[in-house]
């Protein structure tokens, strides 16, 4: 530290630091926490700082906790990077009008003040919290002559000015202390907001298990395309970013009505075929690890799934039970990071109790019966942009019916499976 900036943190304890009390919230931008640190190891060395946690609520200044520990002003700062050019806007904020300070310096390589940018910044700071004028350097005092025993390099000593004893000297408090200057593990902002836009490529497979009956027709559907859309809403991650943030809510859609069924042995009829596929309910994204962005995700919610072949000429399929699922779903979602803000991998796992089934389960195909479905996924995400992200995933649903038939039934059979199988491919908008 140059003589001059000394004398600029005395001049500044001096003056105003000790009458007024500052905060300094966390700088925002890229690699924000090491500048920050930089400054508030400089100022809080001599003067009164009170810390963020005292003053701030979801790392935003919040005046009446300002007011309650005689905060006067707040060191905001952030970080802005144009090309590989670092620079730090800083400013000092009061309670009523616009900034008492503003002023833009340029970063280091390492992302911290040069010498010159941290004496001009202690210059801003010292003239915004009370002086309006900078302490020019003082006359310095005689110096000790050395012994002629002395090396030429001996260190010089000042003599100490005397104090007016009617006058104590003005001397800045600390409230706690500031921890050491070493920046801290980077926190991702909690999103608000999350879109998917993209497609399914699904196949289809029902068949049945200890047939004892000949009517009963299986069904297998090959790769057929639909459209998917996804929605997440973290409503708390408006106003906080702390484990709260990321309780939300969540909802997809995938639907396909331009199906078309043919049996094997008469090509020529077609059967109008649908499918549609819908979730809704709770998801709680956890971030436990600050330093690693690994989300693990909970959720709970219901799932609606049907799948249904219509008539030709007013003649349905004779044997073909048409399917709509309806349950709970309950499972927990893993997102890891492999290169941060770059690439990751994600899954899913949950099961689904069904409670309702539609036509397969009624009194045209089997009076009793129940269903229980599980379903997974894989994929890897590519983030293109800071908001946005390229995914694609393998996807996996199964329902397992069982089923309670008499010999005298029109169909008797032990159960059957009803798989889904395929792949999703979509843009996420993240904000």
Not at 60 to 70: I, L, M, Y
Not at 94 to 120: E, H, R
Not at 187 to 212: C, H, N, S
């Amino acid at each position: 530290m140059t003589f001059r900036l000394a004398v600029v943190l005395l001049g500044m304890t001096a003056t105003s630091a000790a009458a007024q009390r500052v905060s300094f919230p966390n700088f925002t931008g890229p690699g924000a926490n090491a500048v920050r640190n930089q400054l508030v190891g400089a100022v809080c060395d001599t003067a009164d700082c009170v810390s963020a946690t005292r003053t701030t609520t979801g790392g935003n200044p919040d005046w009446k906790k300002a007011k309650k520990e005689s905060v006067a002003f707040f060191v905001a700062g952030k970080v802005v990077k144009k090309g590989k050019v670092l620079s730090l806007d800083l400013q000092v904020l009061n309670k009523v009008g616009p900034a008492k300070a503003k002023k833009t310096f340029v970063l280091d390589k390492n992302g911290t003040l040069p010498a010159k940018g941290l004496q001009g910044a202690m210059e801003l700071l010292t003239s915004a919290f009370g002086s309006n004028k900078v302490p020019e350097p003082a006359e310095p005092t005689p110096a000790v002559a050395p012994t002629k025993q002395a090396p030429r390099d001996a260190p010089v000593t000042r003599t100490t000015p005397p104090t007016d004893a009617k006058k104590p000297a003005i001397q800045a408090r600390r409230e706690e202390p500031t921890p050491p200057v070493v920046p801290s593990p980077s926190r991702r902002k909690p999103k608000f907001l999350v879109i998917d836009v993209g497609a399914d490529v699904m196949t289809r497979k029902l068949e049945y298990a200890q047939v004892a009956t000949g009517n009963l027709r299986r069904y297998e559907l090959g790769p057929v395309g639909q459209p998917a859309l996804g929605l997440q809403f973290f409503p708390l991650a408006l106003v906080r970013d702390d484990l709260l943030a990321g309780l939300g809510l969540e909802g997809s859609v995938a639907f396909a009505p331009w199906i078309q069924s043919r049996l094997v042995n008469d090509p020529n009829a077609v059967y109008p075929t649908s499918m549609l596929r819908f979730d809704g309910g709770l998801r709680f994204d956890l971030a436990p690890i600050q330093s690693f962005h690994l989300v693990i995700s909970p959720y709970v919610g219901v799932r609606s799934q049907s799948f249904s072949v219509g008539a030709f000429q007013g003649n349905p399929i004779a044997g073909l039970a048409n399917v709509s699922f309806l349950g709970l779903r309950a499972g927990l979602g893993l997102d890891v990071p492999i290169i941060a803000d770059r690439l990751s991998v994600f899954g899913r796992f949950g099961i689904m109790p069904v409670f309702g089934a539609g036509e397969i389960l009624s009194a045209a195909f089997f009076q009793k019966g129940s269903v229980f479905g599980l379903e997974a996924n894989a994929g890897v995400g590519v983030w293109l942009t800071s908001f946005l992200q390229l995914r694609a995933s393998f996807e996996f649903a199964n329902y397992a019916l069982t089923f309670n038939t008499q010999p005298t039934d029109t169909y008797v059979a032990a159960g059957a499976t009803d798989t889904y199988l395929g792949g999703n491919a979509s843009l996420r908008f993240a904000f």
